[in-house]
């Protein structure tokens, strides 16, 4: 059984990539559409939304595959977090519906009335769907009550102050990556106002991750001692002296004039900090305080078979995308936008 | 007992299980047998130069479009449907089922979106070859997509290959065996090619709408009606075949389905009627009112007249699926799959006669039946899902013990907010489709590309890689 340990290892961090993938790549363009209400204009929504038309569709399938790895390599912890914040994935997923058909359909519509509803649906979507996403990531970390197999918990359990504050936080951090990626794709008087908007959600998105931090080590015992035990704090300190760090390069590069991809690029870091940061405190647990991976992990059987097309088939797809990216690279035409 | 307007959070889950995969086949279901028969037209116009062909790949092309991307967000609901409603069941079932899902997406999901964009926008811009080839991996995609998930459900029917773990987990113990599982095959070709069929109406259907209208010189509409027709004439006997194919394989490995499709609540020593209807009384277990043709069941199922069938006076009460909607729906599925043939063979005789454009009464009939493959693909699966019951994994795993922990307030909320956007979203789709729809394909026919939007996939779009290494911009022709 000693591969299997490896393995169910080798699925966490996966799992893990597969989820920072999703939230940095649909992060943006979910970003786009919590902007959208500060830019009223339709010539300038048009842009905005066909900054990101090309890439979106495949951002989301990395959600598919954190869904669908996660039911195949820890199903017990699938079917426990599932029902514990049923109503916040519930809303994510109609949130998702909204904002995935508003791309295909405002171009569609034909009247002034109907293209609005589209874009307050874009609008409406994104936020709800990031707000629900940290709100799912708040209800995990304070903890899911299991009996059993299953989850013990209220209907409600999910919704407390923590998880909102969660919840606000990622809408923020959305956004401020939506404003760095225009602010990226973008020139001119627009690329102005984004700006300013990314200096805005950056104060924001900081404010989220100093309280959210200082407010996990409060969650329970164990967050305390992972993160202030000796010997560990040699490993876990770097982290929040990293991420201060990281901030003040941010905050230079959104005043630098020509630098427009930086503050993406440390946006990225940014939040690949903030991950590890998670990560910190969750490893080993596939539930916190409740359940490990190994007591979740599916047998080795069922994660052998399937990572060894996941290490054949995820490198290919993360070549495909990179190479999209790459189609798409560089400044956005506003006259011809990507048609 | 803790109900929601009446219901339990079981049967409101199986509500809410039952709706959302209803609805979401409906688009794969269109778009399996759009993409094949896009790759068909794109080969037909490269091998031919016949233009009718090309205004055809642009008019479903579109309507693909639209019909692709509802499939995927609703399709996104499907993966998390099997944790929030069913846990007990993703726990239990989720080492074996499960690796095939995620198989699912890196297999499937990864041709589709990589392909899509070159399909969609990329004619002029990679070249016919590598266009032509993008079509076939999109065709092949949705096919591998849903080859993986119908061996899930098949698995499901005719669960074989695994063992029971101290913890109550399935393990698997042979894949082989998991993914070609005994009903696999059957309904593999029975699915796929329902797809197929689904299509070929719903394309036969708007040509008989264009030619009603008086398109009969159009090249474009003439060619797609004369190729529905023939898929008609040809498929819909053979999916005939394949469905009675399927339905002796089910007899074999689930028998209580098929009595309760048949009606039989009584065994039959010498040879068992088959019933055209009746009223399914399960209380009293006897079909009332029923009209049948003796021993033609036996020679259905069996090839003998006087075949013994057991009936459901054979299984216990408590493994009975409900008979009256296993009954009733079968009867629709089959009922309209007959229909489908009649609408083949009139097409047969009217080109016969040469007046496959000039039948009316034939255009008639396919505009009535345009969308009887959706109604038949829903009404099969009805068939094979209630007729599962009360098993989840049949015979292994019942549905009343597989569900969530949850309160019948909470899934019956969740149920009646997706009745509603479900209605209204993918209403407002149907109507932009039914708006394509409408239009007849003409000289000269706009791609996708051309209208107000956005380039629409994650797909590669070579486009802005032209203009920027300097190339002229072809006019658009894709």
Known sequence: ?339 | MDTFLGFDAVTLARMQFGFTVAFHFIFPAVSIGLASFLAVLNALYLWTRNEAYLRLFKYWLKIFAITFAMGVVSGITMSYQFGTNWSVFSDIAGPVIGPLMAYEVLTAFFLEAGFLGIMIFGRDKVGPGLHMFACLMVAVGTAISATWILSVNSWMQTPQGFSIGENGQYLPEDWWAIIFNPSFPYRLAHTLTAAYLTTAFIVGGVGAWHLLRGQRENPGVRTMFSMAMWMAAIVAPLQIFLGDMHGINTLEHQPAKVMAMEGHFESHEHGAPLYLFGIPDQEAQELKYAIGIPKLSSLILEHDLNAPLAGLDTIPRDEQPPVAIVFWSFRVMVGLGFAMLAVGLFSLWARYRGRLYEAKWLHRAALVMGPSGLVAVIAGWITTEVGRQPYVVYGVLRTSEAHSPLGASAVGTSLIAFVVIYFVIFGAGVAYILKLMHHAPALGERGVRVEPGPIRTSGINPDRQMRESGHDIAPETS
């Open chain 1, 1 to 339: 059984m000693f591969y299997s340990i490896d393995l169910t290892v080798a699925w966490a961090l996966l799992l893990a990539f597969s989820v920072f993938v999703y939230v940095v790549l649909d992060g943006f363009d979910l970003g786009i559409g919590i902007l959208y209400p500060f830019f009223r204009e339709k010539s300038d929504r048009d842009i905005m939304m066909n900054s990101v038309a090309p890439v979106w569709d495949g951002n989301e399938t990395w959600l598919v595959l954190g869904g669908g790895g996660l039911f195949a390599a820890f199903p017990l912890a699938y079917a426990v977090i599932m029902p514990a914040v049923y109503p916040a994935i519930i809303a994510m997923l109609l949130a998702l519906i909204f904002r995935g058909v508003a791309f295909e359909y405002r171009w569609r519509a034909s009247s002034r009335l109907s293209k609005r509803a589209w874009d307050a649906a874009f609008i409406g979507g994104s936020v709800t769907a990031a707000l629900a996403q940290g709100i799912i990531l708040g209800a995990f970390l304070q903890g899911i009550e299991v009996e059993g197999r299953a989850y013990a918990g209220g209907w409600w359990d999910w919704l407390t102050p923590f998880s909102i504050l969660c919840g606000v936080s990622v809408v923020a951090g959305y956004a401020f990556l939506g404003a760095c990626w225009l602010n990226m794709k973008l020139e001119g008087e627009i690329q102005h106002r984004v700006r300013v908007m990314a200096r805005a959600f950056f104060v924001a998105t900081i404010i989220g991750i100093v309280a959210v931090s200082l407010a996990t080590p409060f969650l329970g015992a164990g967050y305390a001692a992972r993160w202030f035990g000796w010997p560990q704090i040699a490993l876990t300190a770097p982290v929040p002296i990293l991420i201060g760090g990281i901030a003040l390069l941010l905050l230079r590069s959104l005043f630098h004039p020509t630098r427009d991809r930086l503050p993406f690029i440390l946006g990225l870091v940014l939040f690949a900090l903030c991950f590890l940061g998670l990560g910190i405190s969750i490893w080993p647990l596939a539930i916190p305080q409740e359940i490990t991976i190994w007591e979740a992990a599916a047998p080795a059987k069922s994660q052998l078979f399937m990572f060894v097309g996941a290490i054949v088939l995820v490198p290919i797809i993360l070549a495909y995308t990179g190479y999209a990216y790459w189609v798409f690279r560089g400044k956005l035409d506003p006259e011809k936008g990507y048609h």
